[in-house]
């Protein structure tokens, strides 16, 4: 027993004698230092396409008559001020030239410039908004106010995907989508806005157009020139022979042959007497 205590003091010994150097020596590389990057800078929102709205009603529609309304009333700068410096875009409702056309030429002849402006200004809302939007104007969100402010205000109601722009006089619908992309929303509309603000009455409609002349009746037509009456005659009557049925031709050569017998006949009874 004390043999065994004496070596296990000799292994004591021994295990506490290792040099701390050697201890160093075998010890795990350290861990490595961690690497802090700077945050990644956050993108920046792209910005809004510029829309020209001259360039756009050129070449679309045809809306020259309200292209020539928005250059003459100078609204076509306010529109795109609208649409290009603001936060909320616009939205456009544009006639084509068919449905100025067909208001009568005394509705807007004897409207003055203001009027005309507010007209221009009528047929704009100061936000974008797409199709899918307007279904949540009618309602409680109706009337929606337009660029003409105060009481120019419009009806928008959406009834199955159709969707009506009301005015006083008119509701016009929106039949096909021009450009829609935010900020800029430009509808087409087949009927001009009348607000009852600029016009106190239905605005008369110009008349429909009178209807094409009936083609001329053959009777009338020009008969042959002289000398070639007789011919052009024959030539028809000729023609009738040989479009008759054959039934009545086979009845006709029958009725010829019986009458040359009966004359042949009548010839040999001669020359007995």
């Known amino acids: 027993m004390e043999s065994k205590a004496a070596m296990m003091v000799t292994i004591l010994l021994c295990c506490s004698s290792i040099s701390p150097a050697f201890a160093q020596k075998h010890k795990g590389p350290p861990a490595a230092a961690a690497v802090s990057l700077p945050p990644s800078p956050a ?11 001259a360039d756009l009603l050129s070449v679309a529609g045809p809306f020259h008559t309200f292209l020539d309304l928005l250059e003459k009333t100078d609204v ?19 006639p084509k030239d068919a449905a100025f056309a067909s208001l009568a030429r005394s509705a807007t002849a004897n409207l003055t410039s203001d009027q005309l402006k507010s007209l221009a ?63 800029v929303a430009v509808y087409e509309v087949d009927r001009v806005l009348l607000p009852m603000q600029i016009f106190r009455t ?13 083609a001329k009746p053959a009777s009338d037509a020009a008969s042959p020139l002289p000398g070639k009456s007789s011919s052009a005659k024959a030539k028809a009557d000729e ?20 009458l040359a017998l009966a004359a042949s006949a009548s010839a040999g009874l001669l020359l007995l007497c």
């Open 202 to 214: 239905d605005p008369p409609m110009a008349p429909s157009p009178a209807p094409a002349p009936d």
């Open 121 to 183: 200004l009528y047929h704009a809302l100061p936000r974008y908004y797409s199709l899918a939007e307007f279904n949540r104007l009618g309602g409680a969100a109706s009337p929606v106010p337009t660029l003409a402010g105060g009481e120019y205000t419009v009806n928008v109601t959406d009834d199955m995907g159709t969707v009506h722009v009301g005015s006083m006089w008119s509701n016009p619908k929106i039949s096909s989508s021009v450009y829609s992309t935010r900020p």
């Open 239 to 258: 023609k009738k022979s040989s479009s008759s049925p054959p039934s009545s031709r086979r009845g006709a050569g029958i009725a010829g042959y019986f």
């Open 76 to 94: 076509l700068r306010t529109f795109q001020s609208q649409a290009n410096g603001s936060k909320d875009g616009i939205t456009v409702f544009v």
């Open 43 to 53: 993108p920046s929102p792209a910005a809004p396409r510029h829309v020209d709205l």
